[in-house]
């Protein structure tokens, strides 16, 4: 039986929406934020 939950990360960028750490995931460029179940972009964060 493999595991395929993406491999994540804890980053110490905070969800705009709830303040929750955001995980960084092998998956996408994207941000996750476990409490918002939600992607979050990660180029809103980045300059």
Do not use: V
């Not at 110490?12 to 179940?37: A, F, K, V």
Request: with cysteine; charged share 30%; hydrophobic share 25%.
């Amino acid at each position: 039986m493999f595991n395929i939950e993406p491999e994540t990360k804890e980053t110490n960028i905070r969800c705009p929406r709830c303040g929750s750490r955001l995980l960084e995931t092998s998956q996408s460029d994207n941000l996750y934020c476990p409490s918002c179940e939600d992607e979050i972009d990660a180029s809103d964060f980045l300059d």
